[in-house]
């Protein structure tokens, strides 16, 4: 293939020159002309196909195809925006698509959900995914708490009036707690109660983690009254509002080590729980056993993860109501 190639390059060269194409010249120009009409009349065949396959595909009276031929041919019809239903997650571990893609395969069977229509589109930021159930790209959206709150903001300037609800969510994200940690040799008179964070420099998660550092970081501030301590977010994956917990992570690591001067941490209940385990790479669970304390006080529990939807006629959809 080399020489082919080197051939015909010092052939070009040479035509542009002479004017007078070579042998090899030709030869490659019929195979790739050649493969391009193969090419063009495989696409021909192909559409043909799809057309005969399509027609042939029988309806029920709601429009809808029939079991027997669904199985086979339901990419070739592609529901409508009142049969689909479609649902947004943001993908912030490789493994959240594989969990979907099992859930998918059971809402779609008949012994299932029965939901033949039923996808998921995959989004990189909450943002997004919020932006695309409000316009009517989505009809679902698997949506942590921030994300909820960002989804009622902007349905509110919609015209027509639509609500945002939650449809439900797991047992395991409700009642979703953070606590607060500080270093046993920080407190004072070894008194574990937050009034030992007062002053002192306090290491959180990702600006926009709701527990990592939102709902922990208002009560200090609000709820307790504590507004001279020095909040240090550790910021990592923004935009997947804390899911990744990467940055609560850094937050009790530099708690441990004392890094810029902190002596505490406001984190979730669960990655706390999880370094005392030794269930996370780079914190020692001993040494996060021996020299912090979980304060006494802690941040109210609020719920996490819920499948929001639009409530109320959706323009862009057919006028399904969700």
């Not at 008949?110 to 998921?120: A, C, R, Y």
Request: proline share 5%.
């Amino acid at each position: 293939h080399k020489n082919i190639i080197l051939s015909l390059a010092l052939d070009i060269f040479s035509y542009s020159n002479n004017s007078t194409p070579s042998a090899t010249m030709l030869r490659v120009g019929s195979s790739l002309a050649s493969r391009a009409s193969r090419r063009q009349d495989a696409i021909i065949n192909h559409r043909i196909a799809a057309r005969s396959l399509s027609s042939s595909t029988t309806a029920a009276p709601d429009g809808d195809i029939t079991s027997t031929s669904r199985s086979r041919w339901q990419f070739l019809v592609p529901p409508s925006p009142k049969q689909r239903l479609l649902m947004g997650c943001v993908s912030y571990d490789p493994s959240v698509g594989q969990i979907w893609d099992g859930i998918k395969d059971y809402l779609t069977s008949s012994s299932g959900g029965n939901l033949p229509h039923f996808d998921f589109v995959l989004f990189t930021n909450y943002e997004q995914q919020v932006s695309a159930l409000v316009d009517g790209q989505i009809d679902v959206a698997w949506n942590g708490p921030v994300a909820h709150v960002m989804a009622e903001d902007l349905a509110a300037d919609r015209p027509d009036g639509a609500l945002v609800e939650s449809c439900g969510m797991r047992d395991v994200d409700r009642d979703f707690r953070s606590v607060a940690l500080m270093k046993r040799d920080r407190l004072e008179g070894g008194e574990a109660t937050v009034s030992a964070m007062k002053g002192q420099t306090i290491a959180t998660g990702s600006t926009d983690s709701p527990q990592g550092h939102l709902v922990p970081v208002d009560w200090l501030v609000h709820t307790v009254g504590i507004d001279d301590a020095n909040i240090i977010p550790h910021e990592f994956d923004l935009g997947k509002h804390g899911d990744t917990a990467v940055g609560e992570i850094e937050a009790m690591k530099a708690m441990l080590a004392g890094s810029e001067g902190a002596s505490g941490a406001l984190v979730s209940e669960m990655m706390y729980q999880r370094g005392l385990d030794g269930a996370l790479d780079g914190i020692d669970a001993e040494e996060l056993r021996e020299s912090v304390v979980q304060l006494r006080e802690s941040p109210p529990v609020f719920d996490h993860c819920s499948f929001d939807a639009l409530v109320g006629d959706h323009p862009s959809d057919g006028g399904k109501s969700t």
